[in-house]
T-cell receptor, first 110, second 113 residues
C-alpha cells in the first residue's frame, strides 16, 4: 500500500528564518497532496494543498512544491513567526483515503 | 472553528465502561471519518461513512462501534477498551468520500485506565 515518509521529525528555527519539511510517497497514482497544521489541543487544519497537475503553489508565507518524477513534495514557510510553531502533517491520497506522514514538530524561537 | 465539533473533549474510562464519542459537522458535507492519533504515529483511519453508509472499516477491533444516523452526525461507541486504546480520537468530514479536503474537529482525548 501507499507509504508516506516525512522528514524531519523535529525542526527548530529562529524567528524570521525559513523552514522546509519534505515528504516522499510511493504510489505514482497519487494526485492530491495536502498539508495540515496541528496546534496544541486542536485538530489538524488544512493550510495548503496541491494537485498533481501543478508543480508549485504559494499562499502568502507558505508554499508547496511537488516533484512527481521523484515522488516528493515539500512545505516551505518563509519569515517564520512564533505562531507557526505546531506539528505539520503531509498527506497523499490513495484509493479514496488520505495517508498521513508521521508529522514534524516545528518550533520557532523569538 | 472548522465547522466540526466533538464531545466530550476529554474522557477517562475504565476497561469495563461503555461510553460514546459524538461528532457533528455544520458544513453540509456527505462524508465523515474517525481517526485515531497516537504519539509518534501517523494518523490512523478507522472508519469512513459516505452518505450515511460505511465504506471503510480499517481492521478496527469490534470494541469500537461506529454509528452514523445522518450525514451531519457521527458516533463512536466504546466498550471494554484496553489501555493501549488511549489516544486522541479525531472526527473529520469532507464534501464526499473521495480525495477531497477533509476538515477535522478538535478531537476527544481518551484515557483508558
Amino acid at each position: 500500500g501507499e507509504n508516506v515518509e516525512q522528514h524531519p521529525s523535529t525542526l527548530s528555527v529562529q524567528e524570521g528564518d525559513s523552514a522546509v519539511i519534505k515528504c516522499t510517497y510511493s504510489d505514482s497514482a497519487s494526485n492530491y497532496f495536502p498539508w495540515y497544521k496541528q496546534e496544541l489541543g486542536k485538530g489538524p487544519q488544512l493550510i495548503i494543498d496541491i494537485r498533481s497537475n501543478v508543480g508549485e503553489k504559494k499562499d502568502q508565507r507558505i508554499a508547496v512544491t511537488l516533484n512527481k518524477t521523484a515522488k516528493h513534495f515539500s512545505l516551505h514557510i518563509t519569515e517564520t513567526q512564533p505562531e507557526d510553531s505546531a506539528v505539520y502533517f503531509c498527506a497523499t491520497d490513495n484509493t479514496d483515503k488520505l495517508i498521513f506522514g508521521t508529522g514534524t514538530r516545528l518550533q520557532v524561537f523569538p | 472553528e472548522t465547522g466540526v465539533t466533538q464531545t466530550p473533549r476529554h474522557l477517562v474510562m475504565g476497561m469495563t465502561n461503555k461510553k460514546s464519542l459524538k461528532c457533528e459537522q455544520h458544513l453540509g458535507h456527505n462524508a465523515m471519518y474517525w481517526y485515531k492519533q497516537s504519539a509518534k504515529k501517523p494518523l490512523e483511519l478507522m472508519f469512513v461513512y459516505n452518505f450515511k453508509e460505511q465504506t471503510e472499516n480499517n481492521s478496527v477491533p469490534s470494541r469500537f462501534s461506529p454509528e452514523c444516523p445522518n450525514s451531519s452526525h457521527l458516533f463512536l461507541h466504546l466498550h471494554t477498551l484496553q489501555p493501549e486504546d488511549s489516544a486522541l480520537y479525531l472526527c473529520a468530514s469532507s464534501q464526499d468520500g473521495r480525495r477531497e479536503t477533509q476538515y477535522f474537529g478538535p478531537g476527544t482525548r481518551l484515557l483508558v485506565l
